[in-house]
T-cell receptor, first 112, second 115 residues
Framework: DAKTTQPPSMDCAEGRAANLPCNHSTISGNEYVYWYRQIHSQGPQYIIHGLKNNETNEMASLIITEDRKSSTLILPHATLRDTAVYYCIVRVDQGGSEKLVFGKGMKLTVNP | NAGVTQTPKFQVLKTGQSMTLQCAQDMNHNSMYWYRQDPGMGLRLIYYSASEGTTDKGEVPNGYNVSRLNKREFSLRLESAAPSQTSVYFC??????????????FGPGTRLLVL
């Protein structure tokens, strides 16, 4: 699976949009971009994923560049409960044999 | 719908003791996974089961064994615990076909301390 690069940390003011970047310059054509987050001491939580097109769900939006070498997760109105470590992962959907590779992720702190 | 459940939530062992971590999911998922997470680190895959009746090694399998008891349950056994196995253990499950998101869903974790 392609390697991803995220900044180690980021701060955001409550109520503002949080834009979390991820570089994945070696991504292959059949690899998806997935985002998970881990709130302190809890299990990771799936947020969103995409292949080429931008995606939106009730939690967030995912913007993938046209060359697919980078992406941005957008939390439109960050709240204190969004403070967490965010993981950007690229992987091929391989049914049950996938091996998710979690790096160190990026710590987002939402400030009052 | 409880999702993925894990027992126990917390355990203290002495070096050399054995124990089994239990995981169950009620989402009818085919695949199940065991990860460990050490302080300040990302998750590392220990073992996974792509489907009922199959298991495979992940990145850090040494010192562990697993059993896929049925479609719902996937247990992780430490035969002779070592201090290096002090960690937080997460179980996850995933649907592998059909409509919708094929993402892994995680349990709340088991915190293990080996003295």
């Amino acid at each position: 699976d392609a390697k991803t690069t995220q900044p180690p940390s980021m701060d955001c003011a409550e109520g503002r949009a949080a834009n979390l970047p991820c570089n994945h310059s070696t991504i292959s054509g059949n690899e998806y971009v997935y985002w998970y987050r881990q709130i302190h001491s809890q299990g990771p939580q799936y947020i969103i994923h995409g292949l080429k097109n931008n995606e939106t769900n009730e939690m967030a939006s995912l913007i993938i560049t046209e060359d697919r070498k980078s992406s941005t997760l957008i939390l439109p109105h960050a709240t204190l409960r969004d403070t967490a470590v965010y993981y950007c992962i690229v992987r091929v959907d391989q049914g049950g044999s996938e091996k998710l590779v979690f790096g160190k992720g990026m710590k987002l702190t939402v400030n009052p | 719908n409880a999702g993925v459940t894990q027992t126990p939530k917390f355990q203290v062992l002495k070096t050399g003791q054995s124990m089994t971590l239990q995981c169950a999911q009620d989402m009818n998922h085919n695949s199940m996974y065991w990860y460990r997470q050490d302080p300040g680190m990302g998750l590392r895959l220990i073992y996974y089961s792509a489907s009922e009746g199959t298991t495979d090694k992940g990145e850090v399998p040494n010192g562990y064994n697993v059993s896929r008891l049925n479609k719902r349950e996937f247990s992780l056994r430490l035969e002779s615990a070592a201090p290096s196995q002090t960690s937080v253990y997460f179980c996850a499950s995933k649907r592998t076909s059909g409509v919708g998101v094929l993402a892994q869903y995680f349990g709340p974790g088991t915190r293990l301390l080996v003295l």
